[in-house]
Antibody, heavy 119, light 110 residues
């Protein structure tokens, strides 16, 4: 069964760091494009970061220079390292499979993990 | 990376058809046939319902259809049902190899 399970969310102070994990099952993380998408409370979806199968990474303007996407083939896991966190980074973070069975569509989503940045 | 433009809300009665628009630019919606649509219920993760402008993933009702003209994509839901009440988001590939979403549309079934 294809599944994504996020973990690592929590409460962190402004300026702090957090690493989110996304455990992948049912396919190999290194063979697909993978994205992180976030949703602030009561707001819409915001694309955060993308890791192409070839290893190239992209980031949204609001997180560029602060967040890093990566993967571990041996653990079949996707990560999002978040540094210099700001209150506006507070959101539910979703891990998604991008362009799996649907070209440039996110066809598999995790359940989300909540990040709260507050003092 | 400006968000795509969607109406904040739409409504319709059971059995009717509604259309949600999604307006971008030639750098995203207008430049590629890579528009997708997502349905989200409160407290749940989004679900892909349309990809590549008009393709439906397996298991998605054929009451959902998509189209595009120039820089505007559209999602049409026909034969509206109570279970269609949800938030709907469009998404697009961009010329910078990134992704962008619309602001979302709340569908109310009257």
């Amino acid at each position: 069964e294809v599944q994504l399970v996020e973990s690592g969310g929590g409460l962190v102070q402004p300026g702090g760091s957090l690493r989110l994990s996304c455990a992948v099952s049912g396919f190999t993380v290194s063979t697909k494009y993978m994205s992180w998408v976030r949703q602030a409370p009561g707001k819409g979806l915001e694309w955060v970061s993308l890791l192409y199968s070839g290893g190239i990474t992209y980031y949204g303007d609001s997180v560029k220079g602060r967040f890093t996407i990566s993967r571990d083939k041996s653990k079949n896991t996707l990560y999002l390292q978040m540094n210099s966190l700001r209150p506006e980074d507070t959101a539910v973070y979703y891990c998604t499979r991008d362009s799996g069975a649907a070209r440039y569509g996110m066809d598999v989503w995790g359940q989300g993990t909540t990040v709260t940045v507050s003092s | 990376q400006s968000a795509l433009t969607q109406p904040a809300s739409v409504s319709g009665s059971p059995g009717q058809s509604i259309t949600i628009s999604c307006t971008g630019t030639s750098s995203d919606v207008g430049g590629y046939n890579y528009v997708s649509w997502y349905q989200q219920y409160p407290g749940k993760a989004p679900k892909l319902i349309i990809y590549e402008v008009s393709n439906r993933p397996s298991g998605v009702s054929n009451r959902f259809s998509g189209s595009k003209s120039d820089n505007t994509a559209s999602l049409t839901i026909s034969g509206l049902q109570a279970e269609d009440e949800a938030d709907y988001y469009c998404g697009s590939y961009t010329r910078n190899y990134t992704r962008v979403f619309g602001g979302g549309t709340k569908l109310t079934v009257l």
